[in-house]
T-cell receptor, first 113, second 115 residues
Framework: DAGVTQSPTHLIKTRGQQVTLRCSPK?????VSWYQQALGQGPQFIFQYYEEEERQRGNFPDRFSGHQFPNYSSELNVNALLLGDSALYLCASSLGDRVYGYTFGSGTRLTVV | AQKITQTQPGMFVQEKEAVTLDCTYD???????LFWYKQPSSGEMIFLIY????DQQNATEGRYSLNFQKARKSANLVISASQLGDSAMYFC????????????WGAGTKLIIKP
């Protein structure tokens, strides 16, 4: 049973560039949440997608956007990258609104130089 | 104000000993849930245990138990008989019913088990 798959695992980008991170949820899950985890800190909620719509959003600027596809996979896009966007980006999938049942991927490590 | 506070940045524990990781929280929402996750160096967050605000008994999952003291707003994780594989970052997180779908996280505790 495949868990949550994130790609790529590592990425280096230059300030001002744009980046797209991808997430395939666990089989049977229909909801995808994205978190940003800066080094030495706990994760911060970016947003959650359900039924191809952004259901809830955390305190992140509009440079952060997302998408969910009909097969429930999701993308996180970040425009105009800043050095402060360097972090581990975690994707979590769940069924419906069951936060209890989160399954996390291993994340994408983004470095902005 | 911090909603989740983990006061122990790092801990060293001898193998086979029990360990308690501290977590205090702050919320005015009467309905909330508390979670503990383990994050090994691979980066994946692994769910350990959950406690609902209305649960009467402390949650237990194998070697993990949650010492829930509602009046003190604390939700400490207890790991019995620690193993070398328990070495990892441990995070406490909370979901408030009013904020629905997001988890609010503490800064984590790095646990190192010594052989």
């Amino acid at each position: 049973d495949a868990g949550v798959t994130q790609s790529p695992t590592h990425l280096i980008k230059t300030r001002g560039q744009q980046v797209t991170l991808r997430c395939s949820p666990k089989s049977g899950h229909d909801t995808v949440s994205w978190y940003q985890q800066a080094l030495g800190q706990g994760p911060q909620f970016i947003f959650q997608y359900y039924e191809e719509e952004e259901r809830q959003r955390g305190n992140f600027p509009d440079r952060f956007s997302g998408h969910q596809f009909p097969n429930y996979s999701s993308e996180l896009n970040v425009n105009a990258l800043l050095l402060g966007d360097s972090a581990l980006y975690l994707c979590a999938s769940s069924l419906g609104d069951r936060v209890y049942g989160y399954t996390f991927g291993s994340g994408t490590r983004l470095t902005v130089v | 104000a911090q909603k989740i506070t983990q006061t122990q940045p790092g801990m060293f524990v001898q193998e086979k000993e029990a360990v308690t990781l501290d977590c205090t929280y702050d919320t005015s929402d009467p309905s909330y849930g508390l979670f503990w996750y383990k994050q090994p160096s691979s980066g994946e967050m692994i769910f350990l245990i959950y406690q609902g605000s209305y649960d009467q008994q402390n949650a237990t999952e194998g070697r993990y138990s949650l010492n829930f003291q509602k009046a003190r707003k604390s939700a400490n994780l207890v790991i019995s008989a620690s193993q070398l594989g328990d070495s990892a970052m441990y995070f406490c997180a909370m979901r408030e019913e009013r904020s629905n779908y997001q988890l609010i996280w503490g800064a984590g505790t790095k646990l190192i088990i010594k052989p």
